[in-house]
C-alpha cells in the first residue's frame, strides 16, 4: 500500500496557518511511481541498469565498516568527492558514449577531451540536479531579469521561476525538437537576460551541437550566466564542458540520475567558474547545510571510479534507441530525433492520451504529456533489450 503525500488543494490555502506564499506554488508533477513491479517502467528517464558493483561495495562497506560515519554528519562541501567528479570528466569529456572503453577505462572520443582540465573548486554537488538547479535560480535568476527558456523543456524550470518569481521568456523549439539557438540569442539579447536549456532538450531529445552553443555564447552578454543542463549528455550528444574554460558566464548541470544509474542516491552537480560554485555554496549554507548525505558521496566516488561500467550501459542504450527508433517508423510512428535515453515520438492517427493507455494495459508505463503542441507525443525511455522486447510486442499490437 502507498500513502502518497496529496498535494493540498487551493482553498486549504486560504487557512491561516498557511503562508501567503504558499498559495502562489505550483509543484512540479513527476512521472508515477507505482509500488506494483510488475509494471515495465519507461516513464521516468531512469536507467535499466543498476549502479556498478563497486558502488555497492562503497554503501554496504561504509554502513558495515565504519559506521560511525553515519552517526556524524557528512562533509558539508564533498570535497572527495567534487574531487572525483572532476577527475572522471577529465577522463571522459562529459559524454561517455562518445568513449571507447579499455580495460574498464574510458578514453574520450576525438575532439572530446577538455583542453583545459576541470579542477574541485569549478565543481558543487546538490541532493540532485533538481536542488542544484534551485539554488542557481536563487543566486543567479531575479524579477529584473527574465530567464529565457524554451517553450517546451524540462517542466521543472517553471515550477522554480514561480517559486523564485523570475519572470520566463520563452523561445518555441524548431519543427524537430531542438532548442532553436538563434531565437534563444534574439530574445536574450533583446531582453539583457540569462539563458537556461537543456541540451538534449527534455522531453524531445533533440540537442545542439557544441560549436552552435559556443556561437550563442559568443553572441550573448557575458555578464548573464547560460546555463545548460545536460542531464542527458552523456547519450551521444556533445558536452559543452570543453567551453567552460572559455566563458566565465558558462555553467553546466549534470546528473548521477541518469547516465549513472543512480536515480535513487540524489545526486546532482554543477561545473562553473569557482566564483559561480562560491555563489551557490552560499545558498546551500543558507538553506541545508549538509546537502548530499555520507552513502551518496561514497557511493559518487566509486561511480566515478567506474566510468567504463557506465560508458557500456550508455553504449548499449544508444545502440538500442537506434533500433527502437527504426521500429517505430516502420509502424507508422513519427520518431523526433533523440541524442537522450528516451524517444519522443507519435502514433499517427491516435492521441497520446491513448497511446499512455493502451500501453499501461499492456503493463508498460510511458510518459504523456497534456501540453499544447506536444499532446499527441509520448516519451518512452529506453530500457533493457528483455523490456524494449516487450514494448515493441505491445506496439505491434496497437497497428
Ligand atoms: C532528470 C532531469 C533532471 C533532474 O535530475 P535529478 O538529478 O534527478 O534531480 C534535471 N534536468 C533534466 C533536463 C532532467 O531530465
Known amino acids: 500500500m502507498h500513502y502518497g503525500v496529496a498535494a493540498i488543494v487551493f482553498s486549504a490555502y486560504n487557512e491561516v496557518m498557511f503562508s501567503a506564499r504558499l498559495k502562489n506554488l505550483h509543484p512540479y508533477v513527476p512521472g508515477e511511481q507505482p509500488d506494483d513491479a510488475d509494471y515495465i517502467k519507461l516513464n521516468a528517464n531512469e536507467n535499466p541498469y543498476p ?15 565504519s559506521p560511525e560515519a553515519l552517526a556524524r554528519y557528512p562533509d558539508p562541501d564533498a570535497t572527495a568527492l567534487r574531487t572525483e567528479i572532476a577527475l572522471f570528466l577529465n ?10 572503453v ?46 529565457v527558456t524554451p517553450q517546451i523543456s524540462y517542466s521543472f524550470y517553471p515550477v522554480y521561476a514561480g517559486f523564485y518569481g523570475v519572470p520566463l521568456n520563452t523561445v518555441p523549439l524548431t519543427e524537430d525538437g531542438t532548442p532553436d539557438a538563434d531565437a534563444l540569442v534574439q530574445h536574450a539579447n533583446a531582453a539583457d537576460a540569462p539563458v537556461l536549456f537543456a541540451n538534449p532538450n527534455a522531453p524531445t531529445g533533440g540537442a545542439l551541437s557544441r560549436a552552435a552553443i559556443r556561437a550563442m555564447l559568443l553572441r550573448t552578454n557575458r555578464e548573464r550566466v547560460f546555463v545548460v543542463d545536460e542531464a542527458y549528455a552523456d547519450f551521444a550528444a556533445e558536452s559543452v564542458l570543453p567551453l567552460v574554460a572559455e566563458f566565465e558566464n ?9 547516465s549513472m544509474c543512480g536515480a535513487g ?12 560554485v562560491a555563489a551557490i555554496t552560499t545558498v546551500k549554507n543558507s538553506v541545508n547545510h549538509f546537502p548530499v548525505d555520507a552513502l551518496t558521496q561514497a557511493a559518487g566516488i566509486a561511480a566515478c571510479r567506474s566510468d567504463g561500467y557506465y560508458a557500456d550501459c550508455a553504449h548499449k542504450i544508444v545502440a538500442l534507441r537506434g533500433r527502437f527508433a527504426a521500429f517505430l517508423n516502420a509502424h507508422g510512428w513519427s520518431v523526433l530525433p533523440s541524442h537522450a535515453n528516451f524517444v519522443f515520438a507519435k502514433k499517427d492517427g491516435m492521441r497520446g492520451a491513448d497511446v499512455y493507455r493502451a500501453l499501461k494495459v499492456s503493463g508498460i508505463l510511458v510518459r504523456h504529456f497534456a501540453v499544447d503542441g506536444i499532446e499527441d507525443y509520448v516519451r518512452i525511455t529506453i530500457g533493457t533489450d528483455e523490456q524494449m522486447a516487450a514494448v515493441e510486442q505491445a506496439i505491434a499490437r496497437m497497428d
Open 265 to 276: 542516491m540524489r545526486l546532482g552537480y554543477m561545473i562553473a567558474q569557482p566564483r559561480v
Open 250 to 258: 558558462l555553467v553546466v548541470v549534470r546528473t548521477f540520475s541518469k
Open 91 to 100: 577522463r571522459t569529456g562529459g559524454a561517455l558514449a562518445q568513449c571507447t
Open 51 to 65: 549502479p556498478c558493483p563497486a558502488v555497492i561495495d562503497a554503501i554496504t562497506s561504509l554502513a558495515g565498516c
Open 102 to 147: 579499455q580495460n574498464g577505462q574510458c578514453i574520450p572520443g576525438a575532439g572530446h577531451e577538455l583542453p583545459v582540465p576541470i579542477t574541485p573548486d569549478m565543481v558543487y554537488c546538490g541532493n540532485g540536479s533538481d536542488e542544484v538547479l534551485s539554488f542557481l535560480f536563487y543566486a543567479c535568476f531575479d524579477a529584473g531579469h527574465p530567464l
